[in-house]
């Protein structure tokens, strides 16, 4: 089975201070990671993927993330946040599920608050 | 180029009503999906259709939920009867095939009142 954990369900932070938002996934296979964001009302938008390579991501916004097999984590950082960053994130892991079928599941999210 | 589209934004019906949501895909898109998001919880996969073959439905509650893409661009979901608990937001993504990037609308909020 396959799961995505995202440790943190709230995050605030000061506007212009850095933030992690981390996730764990456990999957016996290899895996696609994903990081998703969401503005109210909206629906979701990519953050940044890894598919493979370099484990150092980087995404739209400033955000970037480190893929860490050893660790099965892909948390996601930035160096300064803005008020616009407040927002939920979701972490998501894609992986091969055979007959040609890839299964994406995504983690319970966490909402970033950036207090001004 | 235009995103997904999905209507009604918003929807409000008292149980036991029926209840169906529209979704077009991006054009050229062959693999549309509909995910499920209830409040405080990330998104889980109803069905996926590649083309207009569902080819992953083992999460679609066929007592009650149906889903259709006769022509292989777009989709309808559909609620008979809704019960208090479907209170969610149903979303909606495409893709250009089974690997590529979601791409996902702004989603259906439906209230069963």
């Known amino acids: 089975a396959q799961s995505v954990t995202q440790l943190d369900s709230q995050v605030p932070v000061f506007e212009e201070a850095p933030v992690e938002l981390r996730c764990n996934y456990s999957?016996?296979?290899?895996?696609?990671l994903f990081w998703y964001v969401q503005y109210p009302n909206q629906g979701l938008q990519l953050l940044l993927k890894?598919?493979?390579?370099?484990?150092l991501v980087k995404g739209i916004n400033g955000f970037e993330a480190e893929f860490n097999k050893s660790q099965t984590s892909f948390h996601l950082r930035k160096p300064s946040v803005h008020i616009s960053d407040t927002a939920e994130y979701f972490c998501?892991?894609?992986?091969?599920?055979?007959?040609?079928?890839?299964?994406?599941?995504f983690g319970k999210g966490t909402k970033l608050s950036v207090i001004p | 180029e235009a995103g997904v589209v999905q209507s009604p934004r918003y929807k409000i019906i008292e149980k036991k009503q029926p209840v169906a949501f529209w979704c077009n895909p991006i054009?050229?898109?062959?693999?549309l999906y509909w995910y499920l998001q209830n409040l405080g919880q990330g998104p889980e996969l109803l069905i996926r259709?590649?083309?207009?073959?569902?080819?992953?439905d083992s999460q679609l509650p066929k007592d009650r939920f149906s889903a259709e893409r006769l022509k292989g661009v777009d989709s309808t979901l559909k609620i008979q009867p809704a019960e208090l608990g479907d209170s969610a937001v149903y979303l909606c993504?495409?893709?250009?095939?089974?690997?590529?990037?979601?791409?996902f609308g702004e989603g259906s909020r439906l209230t069963v009142l």
């Open positions: 999957s016996s296979v290899s895996v696609y």
């Open positions: 998501a892991v894609r992986r091969y599920s055979g007959a040609g079928s890839y299964q994406l599941t």
């Open positions: 890894y598919l493979s390579g370099s484990t």
């Open positions: 054009s050229g898109h062959n693999t």
């Open positions: 993504a495409s893709s250009p095939t089974v690997t590529g990037e979601l791409f």
């Open positions: 259709y590649e083309n207009e073959e569902a080819v992953d």
